[in-house]
């Protein structure tokens, strides 16, 4: 069973694209909704947190759909700098507690 | 400190042999998560360290790994008679709360097991 599933990609887009990365999750009691990068070798960072009624940071927007279990990042005037892997990261709940389950990452790759 | 600390950054071991990885966590972080990635591979849940409570060991993916948490801050993943799919990169994680603030991360050991 996958509990989170991103499109690997890789996503190939010139500078200035404005490019989408789309995630769903199995489990509908899921809590908390983010966003991850992580470059090449090194430890995932956090983007951004995913709210209910959408949330902006920059060129950067995330959105969440409840209903269809469904997550989205949408990048804007994309520079060379933002070249990563982008993980979709759900809560999960089971007896024991909570952990965040990670999904295996959209790759994007921007070019001059 | 100001950053969770893993230790080592890289190990090589010889097949059969047991290791012993760190993490120390922020200072005041009461969770502590340990993952695994695999090369080209996402991160796999490990085990889940809450406070004073029973951790979640349920990502654990065979009784050769144990992982301990002594007095609520530093945690060691213990990987005994290591197989050559135990190659991998070992992160760790800690968070102020349960997950829902997000974590921050180690920049983990990289295993391999010859």
């Known amino acids: 069973r996958k509990e989170v599933e991103q499109d690997p990609g890789p996503f190939n887009v010139p500078e200035g694209a404005t490019v989408a990365f789309n995630c769903t999750y199995s489990?509908?009691?899921?809590?908390?909704f983010f966003w991850y990068r992580q470059d090449c070798r090194k430890e995932p960072k956090l983007l951004m947190s995913v709210y209910s009624s959408g949330n902006e940071d920059g060129r950067f927007t995330a959105q969440l759909n409840r209903a269809s279990q469904y997550i989205s990042l949408l990048i804007r005037d994309s520079k060379l700098s933002d070249s990563a892997t982008y993980l979709c990261v759900v809560n999960f709940w089971n007896q024991a507690g909570t952990a965040l389950i990670f999904g295996k990452g959209t790759t994007l790759s921007v070019s001059s | 400190g100001a950053g969770v600390s893993q230790s080592p950054s890289n190990k090589v071991t010889e097949k059969g042999k047991d290791v012993e990885l760190r993490c120390d966590p922020i200072s005041g972080h009461t969770a502590l998560y340990w993952y695994r990635q695999s090369l080209g591979q996402g991160l796999e849940f490990l085990i889940y360290?809450?406070?004073?409570?029973?951790?979640?060991k349920s990502g654990l993916p065979s009784d050769r790994f144990s992982a301990e948490r002594t007095g609520g801050s530093v945690s060691t993943l213990t990987i005994q008679r290591t197989q050559q799919e135990d190659s991998a990169v070992y992160l760790c994680?800690?968070?102020?709360?349960?997950?829902?603030?997000?974590?921050?991360f180690g920049s983990g050991t990289r295993l391999t097991v010859v």
């Open positions: 360290f809450q406070g004073n409570s029973a951790p979640d």
């Open positions: 994680a800690s968070s102020s709360r349960q997950s829902s603030y997000g974590y921050t």
């Open positions: 489990n509908s009691a899921s809590q908390s």
